[in-house]
């Protein structure tokens, strides 16, 4: 949506755009099931002028700690995979914890046991 609307402005919201758009990109990049050489190396590209730009179009913004760990992401997904390689395990793990939890805000009392139509 940005785009159209800021797409063939010249100016400030142009810069904007170009701004957000890297940071797209390196999300996007980020998120891909499989990982290059290439592809490390354009997601760096991306964060890296995302970062440099953020002063000049923000003067009055602090950098966020977060933007710095987005900084070492290129280097995570060389050393180990892509993110979802090494964060899949954590969140089954807790899928699982969360499907044995009580949910039903009745403090105390455990929910029936699934009974199977098998049984006899």
């Known amino acids: 949506m940005l785009i ?8 400030r ?5 170009a701004y957000f758009m890297d ?6 990049i980020a998120n891909m099931q499989i990982m ?3 592809q ?3 997601y760096d590209d991306c964060i890296r002028h995302y970062a440099s730009h953020c002063k000049e179009l923000y003067l009055n ?3 966020k700690p977060v933007l710095h760990a987005a900084l070492h992401i290129g280097q995570i997904l060389d050393l180990f995979s892509p993110v979802h390689a090494i ?6 793990r807790y899928i699982n914890f969360f499907h044995h939890m009580n949910t039903n805000k009745k403090l105390g009392m455990q929910q ?3 009974v199977s139509v098998c049984n006899i």
């Open 4 to 11: 159209h609307l800021w797409g063939h402005i010249a100016g």
């Open 13 to 17: 919201k142009r810069d904007m755009l």
């Open 23 to 28: 940071l797209v990109s390196a999300v996007r």
């Open 36 to 38: 290059s050489q290439q």
């Open 40 to 42: 490390i190396k354009a």
């Open 61 to 63: 913004e602090t950098l």
């Open 87 to 92: 964060s899949a395990p954590f969140y089954k």
């Open 112 to 114: 029936p046991p699934l």
